[in-house]
């Protein structure tokens, strides 16, 4: 078509004149920047999660009671996964005249295949990375076998019917924490030796599992093969299944940057809104010229088209490029600060930003489009005559709810993305309100006041859309900037109050009623503090109201293995820290309730007021769920899924259950205890704890990066807001100056100007970046949250150092400038 | 002769402090293939709105405007776009020229939007014509005022439109720049065999013209012979 030609020509010239740079950079920007955070999250959230399977040793773990179909394994092979087997199981050890029961796992050359085992040549020596698995007629035990059977390294154990060499001291192994109910001590053996030992026979128990480890696309996709063919009583975890705890870190520390490329695409959204309505201010004499010289209403619009598609398609793909090459550098540069390699990013971001950026560009570029082409040539003649208002209301209605779609597709996170959304949206509609309720205000200050006041309040009503239009611009840029500021700084900080330093490490179970008075004193006589211990009643869940519980209902295998298994209860009167009512309310004195974990009531279909009965030792009780909680697994408190009230659970036998911090070096209170309780299980989540506060390490890292990124998106839609008024405020300085007015006059009628845009802006956005940060802290990430009055003066003083100063900057370049050039040039 | 264009009753009504004013009133007039036509009048007395009217950039309250043998009256937006596009070309007081196009690329913007081949060609001519052959690849703003409203002329002519419309096109200009523009003017005017109709307040223009049209409070008065 012979438009496509003449409309690519004027976008050459256009271009070329430099009529479309604002809005190509603010594009540009604006897909580099949503690209660049996107790709970035995007590896740091696969490089948490390779972090994280660390603990499991693998990718993904079958389990199995029988020895697991050979197909697994030659698939997994065949997909370039590697794949190693283990076994589980318990035996004797023996030594001399005394013996213990152990967990003994057995491994397969390249075991294991995440993550690491470390070694030691004996308790106190320092601990290294082993070269291979136990060589054949060796093996390696945990500290707990070291000191029940008091081993050193270089001792024969016996085990089954054959003698192997006590080789190294194992320090860190996966199998430590992948299953925190395995009780015993621990040992790793080589496969191959296992036959030798003749402790396997049929019938005996045996856990054998499949670990599977690779490239990560080809990681998900086995999964989903695998997962459809999985045989019965076959189990398939990753990392988030097998931990909570794991699995609450890695959604929160998901958020965390979702927020913060969302914080991105906020940015990006309105610097390409306002550089849009520069585009669409500056293209109404174009318009009007095109009619006048006899182009058709349609034919101004396809042209107009053709040069926005064109800018935007242009701007978009070299956006994306930028974003790429921008996380590359940027990707090698955290490698180096965080220390974990970065896996490489999909393609898929990248792409994503473009299309948002070409998306946002129409919404905001072709409702004034629409409006534009209807411009009356009459505006040849009379200047003041603008575009028919009103006439794209329905497709600015559009164009935003498309941008929300897409908003919401890049944060891959809908509750996250809407209440940003919402945000948003509210922040507009409020600041837009407030800015229009404050120009009368601030008019009724008026009289009496200096003529720089007067002339700097008049422009301000002058051009009462405008100014609407820059103080909501920047109350959004600014609120952006904020939240990832302050309010980043305040959920990283209430995350990590989560887990402090001295966070529990070790867990006590198995305690016995009349244990626990004396295990209690001797922590405190060692370790100085007194950890509270919770009573356990081991249970059984037999009917939901009434109705008899069937494992084979249950599609989701999870559901399946928890109704199976026994469960265990607590009972309190008062709800324990770390645990919040999201339904319901907490046990009253005196009634018979059940409090039950929204997560796993979600799991098993429980709701509020359901009655369940439970089976405990062959007596069976019913009771009413009557609150629902939310629980915070990665604080490492003790948690239970089931609360009951003391009325119900306390004539139960029960046992007790804590946690504490063991500080390093500490080893000997562990030793005492065992020997003192030898019933007692000693749990150690250290690698755990460690892990995920390894990872709030990360993502705190990661975010101060991502924030410098948002500050120079901050920075463009400052500018993008000031020069929105830029050529108006030419033609009055020049006016202005030829009217006599001196430097410092129309220098103090601009700072009183931009001082109150920034003003309003910065307290618009310290008040939104707040309740954003509130409403994100309860509802998303489960965090509590103190609001920081720094906010308000860091909002207020952004917004006048920023919006005063860039605008007192661009005033001061147009007062170099002799009045007669700067009126020529608007000629 | 049909004449290139003819005003019937011609009638622009405003509200203007509440009130109905009718910024042209009644007007009826035609202009022949080949004339020159000034419209003159006191500041305020409704020249630009005629010309407004008669080039169909305006919708009249009352009467018609055929040009070129089209009712406009009768036409949308788009009839009346098709209508200027075939037949008018404008000059105006102020310039009105692009300013993110070079003076070339302003003067080809109607052969292109036409259609026409070799639009490089037929403008680069005519801004030699217009005595700008060093100054083709200029912005607007790079220009003076004087050689501004050459090029607008060059981009009214480059189409040899059948009417040419001009309002104040000396306004803005000193009595020398001015004269010469006029001078330019008339000489395409003739080259092209065009019809020339503009507003101006400068007698030295109007006795140049074959017939001058007198406007006073939106009405025509007596129409003066050459
Ligand atoms: N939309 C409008 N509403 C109200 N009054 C209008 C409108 N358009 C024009 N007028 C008035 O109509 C009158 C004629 O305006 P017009 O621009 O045609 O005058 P003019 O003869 O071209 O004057 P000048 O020589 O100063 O250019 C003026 O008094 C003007 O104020
Ligand atoms: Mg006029």
Redesign the interface.
Known sequence: M?DLG?GL?LLA??LR???LTLLAIALALAVASMATVALFTDRTRLALEQEANRLLGADLVFTSSRPLDAELLREARWRGLNAISTLSFRSMVVRANASHLAEITAVEPGYPLRGSTRISAGRGSDDRLPSAIPEAGTIWGDERLVGQLDLRVGDRIGLGNRDFVLAAMLTQDPSLTLSVLGLGPRVVMARADVESTGLIAPGSRVVHRLLVAGERAAVESYRTWAGSRLPQGVRLEGVRDARPEIRGALERAERFMSLAALAAVALATVAVMLAARRFHDRQL??CA???????????VFRLELVQLLGVGALASVAGAVLGYLGQAVLGQWLTAVIGIGLPQPGLGAALRAAALGLVLMLSFGLPPLLSLRRI???R????EIGVPAAAGAGAYALGGACVAALVLWHAGDLRLGSYVLVGCLATLLAAAMLTWGSLRLLNATRRGAGVSWRYGLASLRRRPVATVWQVVALSLGLTAVLTLTLIRADLLHAWQGNLPADAPNRFLVNIQPDQSASLREILRARLGSVPALYPMVRARLVAINGNAVDANRYAEDRARRLVEREFNLSWTNDLPAHNRISAGAWHRPGSSSLSVEEGIARTLGIRLGDRLTYDVAGARFEAPVTSLRRVEWDSFRVNFFVIGSPELLAGQPSTYITSFHLPPGAAAVVNELIGRFPNVVVIDVAALVSQVQEMIEQVSRALTFIFVFTVAAGILVLYAGIVSTHDERVREVAIMRTLGANRAQVLRAHATEFGLIGALAGLFAAAAASALGYVLAINVLGLPYRSDPMVWGLGLLAGVLGVGGAGLFLTRRVLATPPLTSL??L? | MRPIVEAIGLVKQVVSDGRDLNIVDNISLRVFPGESVAIVGVSGSGKSTLLGLLAGLDTPSAGEVLLDGENLTALDEDGRSAVRARAVGFVFQSFQLLPALTALENVMLPLELAGAREAHRAAAALLDRVGLADRLNHYPKQLSGGEQQRVAIARAFVTRPKLLLADEPTGNLDAATGSRIVELMFELNREQGATLLLVTHDESISSRCHRTLRLAAGRLLAEAPA
């Open positions: 012979n003449l020509r010239r256009m004149a430099g009529e004499d174009v010229m095109l009619r006048c010289l006899g182009a058709s209403q349609w034919r009356p040539a009459l040849v003649l009379r200047r020529r040039q000629a």
